[in-house]
């Protein structure tokens, strides 16, 4: 992931493709993870993020022993 113009863009980890924000809003979704590794790790003292696309969180599930937990959301809050 890099930052780009005080975070105008990202960039996915997966594919490389520019993840462009308009208007302070991202015009599509991503995932963001962040883990700080700590005791018993081989990355003890280590933080890492990764940016991914909606197409390479897919794939990258797709390749999962065991596919994520979905749950649908009954209320969605208005803005």
């Not at 005080?6 to 883990?35: A, P, Q, W, Y």
Request: with cysteine; net charge positive.
């Amino acid at each position: 992931m890099r930052k780009n113009d005080r975070m105008k863009t990202l960039t996915c980890n997966g594919c490389g493709r520019m993840l462009v924000r308009d208007k302070g809003i991202f015009r599509e979704d991503f995932v963001d993870l962040r883990k700080n590794w700590g005791y018993f790790s081989r990355k003890d003292t280590q933080n890492h993020r990764v940016i991914l696309c909606e197409d390479c969180y897919d794939r990258l599930t797709g390749l999962l022993a065991i596919p994520p937990q979905i749950e649908e959301e009954t209320e969605l809050l208005a803005l």
